[in-house]
C-alpha cells in the first residue's frame, strides 16, 4: 500500500527513481509522482493519475536532470484519486517535498491552526498538511530540516513513513517511519530509500531497517545518521539483503501471479527445508524452540491475521485442534484489537502476515504483547515488523510475492502452521508415533503433489473459459476444507471481480441454495475424508437445482464423477493435508478467469499488496 522510493547520490535519480516506481507497483495504487533537485538548484515536482507508465509519458519533455530525489505510488486514503491529491506535496513556499505513507489522523486539527497562520492547502490530503507543519517549525523555530521533522513528528497522531527534499538544501534527504515500512540502502557513494527491499537489490544489499519514530539524515558523502523523537542518537544496524534480483522477475511468465502459482512445489519445500525431517521422525523450528514449554501448557490459541492469512488460520484451528488438541480461536486483527478482547498470560498468540508489516495484525501483537501473552509470527519477509515485535516464530521461506493475490504465501503459511501443530503435538504427547510419522511422510510428498496438480493446467483453463463471462460463483467445502473453499473464493473476486462466496457445505441449506440456478457456478471440494460421504450429498442437492458443479476430487473417485458437470483429480493425502493440494486448481481456474476477462491480474482494482494503514 503506496510505495516510497528515494535516492541521493552522484547518479542520475529519476532513472532509478522510475525504476523503483515500477518494483513497487504491486504493492497497489491510483497514482505517481517524482521530485528532484536539479543541478540548477530548482525543485521539480510532476505527478499524475493512474500507472507509472502515465508519468513516464508525462515528463517525457520535462527536465528530470538532479542526481537527488524521491519518487511516490499513491493508494488514496484522504482525499480522491487525482493529480492534485497525487504525491509529493509542496510546502507553503515550496521549498519543502514530501511523500508519505500511513494515515495523520489528527491532520484536520493541525490543518485549521496552520490556515489561521495563513497557509493555503491545495489538495485534500493529511500529507500536505504534514509538508507545511514541518515548513511552519522550520520557519518560526529557525530549525534545520532534521530538526524541523522530529518536532513535527511529535505533534503527529497516526502511522507514516515519510521522505522529505528541502530546495535549500539540497545535498539532505531526512525521512523518518511509524508504523509503516522503510529500509534504507547504503552504497558506495550513495543511498537508496524505499518501502521494501525490491527498488534496492539492484543497487546494494547493505540496508538498514527503520524503527518507529526514528528519523534519518541522509548527507552526500557523510555517513548515514539516526536520531529518535527525544533526539537519542542510534547507531545504524546494517544487514545483508538475502533478496536475488531474479527472484522479483517474471521469468518468462505472463504475470507474477502464474510464476507465483508455478513456484509452490519449491516455497513448501523451502518452508520444510531444515525444519522436517521425516526419516528421522523429527521436526525442528528454531523460531519456537524457546516456547516448548508454553507450547506444552497453552490452554488456548489465538491467531490473528486478515485476508488470505485469515484463511491459513482458519487451516492452522482445524490442525491444531486435532493434531494438539489444544483450543483455538480465530481472529480477524482488525476486529480483535477494538473489542477488549481476553487475554491471558498462558495464551498463544500467533500473527500470520506474508509482508509482516500489516497495520491491523501489527497492533494485534502489541496488544497481546501488552496483555502478557506468548507471540509468535508466521511471515515472509526477514526484518519486517512483525517478526521484529513478537517474542519469536517462523519464517515461510517463500520469497518474494509481486502479485497482489497471494497464492505462494497461503500455502507457505499452511506449511508453517502444519509443521507447528505438528511439533506441538509432539510436545504435548497427543498423537501417537505412527500416527505422527505418518503425517510428516505425507507432508514431505506435498511438493510433488502440488506438481502433479500443476500438470492439469490445459484443463483447468478450459473449465475457466466455460465460467469467465459468469456474475456469481459459490465455493463449498467442509471440514478442514471450508477454509479452502473461501480461499478460492476470495481470489475469483480479487482478480476477476466476479463475486463469489465461500461457504460450509452444510451450511448451504441455511441460505445459499435460493441463489442457485442453471447459471450459477459451484465449485465444491469433494476430496476423500471423514465428511465425503455429505459432501456428496450437498453436490446431489445442487444438481437437483440445475446448479453447474465442478468438483476437486480424489484421483480416482467415480462417484462425484457421475454427477459433476467438471471434476479436477489431485493426489491423494491424508485429509488434514488437502489444503495445501486442493487450493492450487482454485487458484489457477481464478487466474485463467481473470485473464479471459482482462482484468489487470497482478495489480486488480482498488487493492494494496500490504495493507499499512488502518
Known amino acids: 500500500m503506496c510505495g516510497i522510493v528515494a535516492y541521493i547520490g552522484d547518479r542520475e535519480a529519476y532513472p532509478i527513481l522510475i525504476k523503483g516506481l515500477q518494483r513497487l507497483e504491486y504493492r497497489g495504487y491510483d497514482s505517481a509522482g517524482v521530485a528532484m533537485i536539479t543541478s540548477q538548484g530548482e525543485l521539480n515536482v510532476y505527478k499524475k493519475k493512474g500507472k507509472v507508465s502515465e508519468l513516464v509519458t508525462y515528463v517525457q519533455e520535462r527536465d528530470t ?25 509542496y510546502s507553503q513556499s515550496k521549498n519543502l517535498v514530501l511523500i508519505h505513507n500511513g494515515i495523520i489522523e489528527n491532520y484536520s486539527a493541525i490543518k485549521e491552526g496552520l490556515k489561521k497562520r495563513g497557509n493555503k492547502f491545495v489538495s485534500q490530503t493529511d500529507t500536505e498538511v504534514l509538508v507545511h507543519l514541518i515548513e511552519d517549525i522550520q520557519k518560526h523555530e529557525g530549525m534545520k530540516l532534521g530538526h524541523a521533522v522530529q518536532a513535527a513528528l511529535k505533534q503527529v497522531i497516526g502511522a507514516y513513513a515519510i521522505v522529505v527534499l528541502d530546495k535549500n538544501d539540497p545535498n539532505t534527504i531526512v525521512a523518518a517511519k511509524k508504523g509503516s515500512p522503510m529500509v534504507i540502502g547504503i552504497g558506495d557513494d550513495d543511498f537508496f530509500i524505499a518501502s521494501d527491499a525490491s527498488p534496492i537489490i539492484e543497487y546494494t544489499k547493505n540496508v538498514v531497517y527503520l524503527e518507529d519514530e526514528q ?52 516455497s513448501v519445500l523451502d518452508s520444510m527445508r531444515g525444519r522436517l525431517r521425516a526419516n528421522e ?9 524457546d516456547h516448548e514449554k508454553k507450547f506444552e501448557k497453552a490452554k488456548r490459541i489465538i491467531f490473528v491475521a486478515c485476508g488470505t492469512s485469515w484463511h491459513a488460520g ?46 491491523d495484525t501489527l497492533a494485534a501483537v502489541e496488544l497481546a504483547k501488552s496483555k502478557g ?7 515472509n519477509v526477514v526484518g519486517s515488523s512483525i ?25 507457505a503459511q499452511v506449511t508453517v502452521l502444519t509443521l507447528m501443530a505438528l511439533h506441538m503435538a509432539r510436545v504435548r504427547g497427543t498423537l501417537t508415533e505412527t500416527r505422527y510419522r505418518q503425517l510428516i511422510y505425507e507432508m514431505e510428498a506435498i511438493p510433488s503433489k502440488i506438481e502433479e496438480v500443476l500438470k492439469l493446467n490445459d484443463k483447468l483453463r478450459e473449465i475457466a473459459f466455460t465460467f469467465k463471462e459468469s456474475t456469481n460463483a459459490l465455493y463449498l467445502g467442509r471440514g478442514v476444507s471450508f477454509p479452502v473453499a473461501l480461499e478460492g473464493a476470495l481470489k475469483l473476486k480479487e482478480i476477476s471481480y466476479i463475486h463469489a462466496e465461500g461457504y460450509p457445505a452444510a451450511e448451504m441449506k441455511h441460505g445459499p441454495i435460493a441463489l442457485i440456478d442453471d447459471e450459477m457456478p459451484v465449485f465444491v471440494i469433494a476430496t476423500k475424508g471423514a465428511n465425503y460421504e455429505k459432501v456428496v450429498s450437498n453436490i446431489q442437492e445442487v444438481k437437483a437445482r440445475k446448479g453447474r458443479i465442478t468438483a476437486v476430487v480424489t484421483s480416482g473417485d467415480k462417484e462425484v464423477k457421475e454427477m459433476a458437470d467438471y471434476v479436477i483429480e489431485i493426489p491423494e493425502t491424508d485429509e488434514f493435508l488437502v489444503p495445501l ?34
Open 281 to 289: 521422525g523429527e521436526i525442528k523450528m528454531g523460531g519456537i524452540v
Open 581 to 614: 493440494i486442493s487450493v492450487i486448481p482454485l487458484q489457477l481456474l481464478s487466474y485463467h478467469i481473470a485473464v479471459m476477462r482482462g482484468c489487470n491480474v497482478d495489480q486488480p482494482r482498488n487493492l494494496a499488496k500490504s495493507v499499512t494503514v488502518e
Open 215 to 266: 528519523v534519518a539524515v541522509l548527507r552526500k558523502g557523510q555517513e548515514l545518521k539516526i536520531r529518535n523523537l527525544k533526539d537519542k542518537e542510534i547507531t545504524p544496524y546494517v544487514q545483508k539483503l538475502t533478496l536475488e534480483l531474479e527472484s522479483i522477475e517474471k521469468g518468462g511468465y505472463d504475470h507474477f501471479m502464474l510464476k507465483e502459482i508455478y513456484e509452490q512445489p519449491r
Open 314 to 359: 482458519l487451516v492452522g484451528e482445524y490442525l491444531f485442534e486435532e493434531f494438539a488438541r489444544v483450543p483455538v480461536e480465530v481472529e480477524y486483527a482488525s476486529e480483535f484489537r477494538y473489542r477488549n478482547p481476553i487475554i491471558y498470560q498462558d495464551d498463544i498468540v500467533i500473527a500470520i502476515s506474508q509482508s509482516g508489516e500489516t497495520a
Open 373 to 379: 501473552a506468548t507471540v509468535l509470527g508466521v511471515c
Open 65 to 89: 536532470s538532479g542526481k537527488v530525489g524521491i519518487g511516490h505510488t499513491r493508494w488514496a486514503t484522504h482525499g480522491e484519486p487525482n493529480d492534485v491529491n497525487s504525491h509529493p506535496h
Open 387 to 411: 517478526a521484529r515485535a513478537t517474542h519469536g516464530g517462523s519464517y515461510t521461506h517463500a520469497g518474494p510475492e509481486i502479485g497482489v493475490a497471494s497464492t505462494k504465501a497461503f500455502t
